[in-house]
């Protein structure tokens, strides 16, 4: 059957780094795709792995060529893709769980030709970071390529791995790297690309780690000449293809933008500062859970797991819409509450402290998600404060929801309609008696 997603990494003396970066996809929430290793020609132990991790699971393909370079080793997976998207990966870099289902999910919900999306830029031990477009809606591929045009050498733009494509358009017009150019040739299939593409899409949620361990122009052992008549040629590609996506009227209005890539990219401006501003440790960017627990049994090792899979759904709606994981937990359980519940009541419901819950509610008043309104207890006189949505909030309510689906799928995933009914009735009977227990 054909898959969904054809992800293709280039392998080239990765021994080193090839198994972390291949468990990350087979280990992905998504399941439907092929993994396509291309083995370049390698002198370490890079070929030997590909073969293993083929025979081990059927959706991985293993090919072994002679040394020829990354863009025709992309080539080359590219004609044998079968998927419906194509998804790239360096074999020194790796992606989080939620990766593939993120980009296929937005490609889909919005019909989009490209989804682009936020990474994680790793030095050593930190982490950082890094994208662009702050608008999570549908762009045009004129509003696309004016985001481009304000940071036209940025890494973000250029590479392929933070992308999701169309097989389609990619076969319709023979779309290829250039196996002359080394520099810039992942840009320079972006931009044809873009050219044939109408609607595309910014995901917020970072999803790949980008390790900087790729050799420069320097190490290449490209002559002078030969470097610059390949940037000659990008820089000439660059120029036409604004030419073609502007009209003549707004192309005179944006000469000098598209001039500034020749500034930025002389200087080699694609590639990522060492680290970017507002580093942390590498393992605290996102939700870690110890695996002694994770095997642990028992009634709360059970209630642990079901919690930090609900958050590690929930995470990705945080990111997503730029909250924490305590501030997502308690917008999502607010909203299953009455407007009239305690503070106290709450952030017991949703297992916070006390001083957690009032950040983060304070944030979302800051934000607009929420409004409170003061009232008197008919009782006591004490003054009350109840929260209430704003109109701003459907989208972070609807981002909520929608991860409390998957995380009510991934719970029952390996079960048949006969036994997830069967389930639910057993748990509704459960819930009723443990109601009647406690009040």
Same mark, same amino acid.
């Given at each position: $059957?054909?898959p969904t997603?054809?992800?293709?990494?280039?392998?080239y003396?990765?021994e080193s780094?090839?198994?972390r970066?291949v &468990?990350?996809?087979?280990n992905q929430d998504?399941?439907?795709?092929?993994?396509i290793?291309v083995? =370049?020609?390698?002198q370490d132990?890079?070929g030997?792995i590909c /073969?293993a991790?083929a025979a081990? &699971? +059927?959706?991985v393909?293993a #090919?072994?060529k +002679? !040394?020829t370079?990354?863009?025709d080793?992309?080539?080359?997976?590219?004609?044998r893709a079968r998927?419906?998207?194509?998804?790239?990966?360096?074999s020194?870099d790796?992606?989080?769980?939620d990766?593939t289902?993120?980009?296929?999910?937005?490609?889909r919900?919005?019909d989009c030709d490209?989804?682009i999306? /936020?990474? %994680?830029r790793?030095v050593?031990?930190?982490?950082?970071?890094?994208?662009?477009?702050d608008d999570d809606?549908v762009?045009?591929?004129?509003? @696309?390529?004016?985001? $481009? $045009?304000? !940071?036209p050498? &940025?890494? @973000? *733009?250029?590479v392929l791995?933070n992308?999701?494509?169309?097989?389609?358009?990619?076969?319709?017009w023979n779309?290829?790297?250039d196996?002359e150019?080394?520099?810039?040739?992942d840009?320079?299939?972006?931009?044809e690309y #873009?050219?044939?593409t109408?609607?595309?899409?910014?995901?917020?949620?970072p999803i790949? *780690?980008?390790?900087?361990?790729?050799g420069s122009?320097a190490t290449q052992?490209?002559?002078?000449?030969k470097?610059?008549?390949?940037?000659l040629?990008v820089?000439? %590609?660059?120029n036409r293809?604004?030419?073609t996506?502007?009209?003549?009227e707004e @192309?005179e209005?944006?000469?000098l933008k598209v001039y500034?890539f020749l500034? =930025?990219?002389?200087?080699?401006?694609?590639?990522?500062p060492a680290?970017l501003p507002?580093s942390?440790?590498?393992?605290?960017?996102r $939700?870690?859970?110890?695996?002694?627990i994770l095997?642990?049994?028992? #009634?709360l090792?059970?209630a642990f797991?079901d919690r930090?899979?609900?958050?590690?759904?929930?995470e990705?709606?945080?990111?997503?819409? /730029?909250?924490?994981?305590?501030e997502?937990v308690a917008l999502l359980?607010?909203r299953?509450?009455?407007p009239?519940?305690?503070r106290?009541?709450l952030?017991?419901?949703?297992?916070?402290?006390?001083?957690?819950?009032?950040?983060a509610l304070?944030?979302?008043?800051s934000q607009?998600?929420?409004?409170?309104e =003061?009232?008197? /207890? +008919?009782?006591?006189?004490?003054?009350?404060t109840?929260?209430?949505?704003?109109?701003?909030?459907?989208p972070?309510l609807?981002?909520?929801?929608?991860?409390?689906?998957? *995380?009510?799928?991934?719970?029952l &995933?390996?079960?048949?309609?006969e036994e997830?009914?069967? @389930?639910?009735a057993?748990?509704q009977?459960?819930?009723?008696?443990i109601?009647t227990?406690?009040?």
């Amino acid at each position: $059957m054909q898959p969904t997603v054809s992800i293709i990494v280039p392998v080239y003396n990765a021994e080193s780094t090839l198994r972390r970066c291949v &468990d990350s996809i087979l280990n992905q929430d998504y399941r439907d795709f092929e993994l396509i290793l291309v083995n =370049d020609g390698s002198q370490d132990g890079s070929g030997a792995i590909c /073969d293993a991790y083929a025979a081990q &699971d +059927p959706r991985v393909i293993a #090919i072994h060529k +002679p !040394n020829t370079g990354v863009s025709d080793t992309r080539n080359l997976a590219i004609s044998r893709a079968r998927g419906t998207y194509l998804q790239f990966l360096d074999s020194d870099d790796w992606i989080t769980p939620d990766a593939t289902t993120l980009l296929v999910q937005t490609a889909r919900q919005h019909d989009c030709d490209l989804v682009i999306s /936020d990474f %994680y830029r790793v030095v050593g031990e930190r982490v950082s970071r890094k994208g662009d477009i702050d608008d999570d809606t549908v762009l045009t591929r004129e509003e @696309y390529a004016a985001h $481009m $045009m304000e !940071n036209p050498a &940025d890494f @973000y *733009y250029g590479v392929l791995w933070n992308k999701l494509y169309r097989r389609s358009i990619v076969e319709r017009w023979n779309l290829r790297m250039d196996p002359e150019i080394s520099w810039c040739e992942d840009f320079m299939f972006n931009l044809e690309y #873009i050219r044939h593409t109408e609607t595309f899409c910014a995901l917020q949620v970072p999803i790949y *780690y980008y390790v900087k361990t790729k050799g420069s122009l320097a190490t290449q052992s490209l002559t002078i000449p030969k470097t610059i008549k390949m940037k000659l040629t990008v820089f000439e %590609y660059y120029n036409r293809f604004f030419k073609t996506v502007l009209d003549e009227e707004e @192309y005179e209005k944006s000469r000098l933008k598209v001039y500034k890539f020749l500034l =930025d990219a002389a200087g080699d401006g694609a590639v990522p500062p060492a680290i970017l501003p507002g580093s942390q440790k590498l393992g605290n960017e996102r $939700m870690q859970v110890s695996p002694d627990i994770l095997a642990g049994t028992g #009634i709360l090792c059970d209630a642990f797991r079901d919690r930090k899979l609900l958050e590690r759904y929930l995470e990705t709606a945080a990111l997503k819409n /730029d909250l924490s994981l305590p501030e997502a937990v308690a917008l999502l359980y607010l909203r299953q509450c009455t407007p009239e519940v305690t503070r106290r009541d709450l952030a017991d419901f949703a297992g916070l402290s006390r001083s957690a819950l009032a950040l983060a509610l304070q944030k979302a008043v800051s934000q607009g998600l929420l409004r409170t309104e =003061d009232l008197k /207890d +008919p009782e006591s006189g004490e003054k009350q404060t109840r929260f209430l949505f704003t109109p701003a909030a459907g989208p972070v309510l609807e981002d909520l929801e929608r991860a409390r689906r998957e *995380y009510e799928a991934a719970r029952l &995933d390996t079960l048949t309609p006969e036994e997830q009914a069967a @389930y639910q009735a057993l748990s509704q009977k459960i819930q009723t008696h443990i109601q009647t227990v406690l009040q």
